[in-house]
């Protein structure tokens, strides 16, 4: 199978908000790169949606918002695995950048 990511994803664990319609919901950051991030979260959307998040890492002080867009979501495989779910970043503001660039040297 043929790797489709332009960026190389690291493992690390987080937080992250969800923002869409109004509400908030969280997730738990599985791995992270330059172009998005992947994580688990009871509440999945569809393919081709859009959120802004804003994603807290474990090991840095650093925190960054991004309007994202979902590429993928696995379903539900058991009871006790949640919903995982790979998101593309679509836009980053300057200082936003800096800092997932800041997170990604720590890992």
């Given at each position: 199978?043929?790797?489709s990511?332009?960026?190389?994803r690291?493992s690390?664990?987080?937080?992250?908000e969800?923002?869409?319609?109004?509400?908030?919901?969280?997730g738990?950051?599985?791995?992270i790169?330059?172009?998005g991030?992947s994580?688990?979260?009871s509440?999945?959307?569809?393919?081709?949606?859009?959120?802004?998040l804003?994603?807290e890492?474990?090991?840095?002080v650093?925190?960054?918002?991004a309007?994202?867009?979902?590429?993928?979501v696995?379903?539900?495989?058991a009871?006790?695995?949640?919903i995982?779910?790979?998101?593309?970043?679509l836009?980053?503001?300057?200082?936003?950048?800096y800092?997932?660039g800041?997170i990604?040297?720590?890992?």
């Amino acid at each position: 199978m043929r790797e489709s990511r332009r960026h190389p994803r690291k493992s690390i664990e987080g937080r992250v908000e969800i923002s869409t319609n109004g509400s908030t919901f969280l997730g738990d950051l599985r791995n992270i790169s330059e172009g998005g991030l992947s994580l688990t979260t009871s509440t999945p959307y569809e393919v081709g949606y859009e959120m802004l998040l804003s994603v807290e890492v474990s090991e840095a002080v650093e925190r960054f918002n991004a309007l994202a867009e979902v590429v993928w979501v696995h379903p539900l495989e058991a009871v006790l695995h949640p919903i995982g779910m790979g998101l593309k970043f679509l836009a980053l503001t300057e200082e936003d950048y800096y800092r997932l660039g800041k997170i990604l040297e720590l890992i």
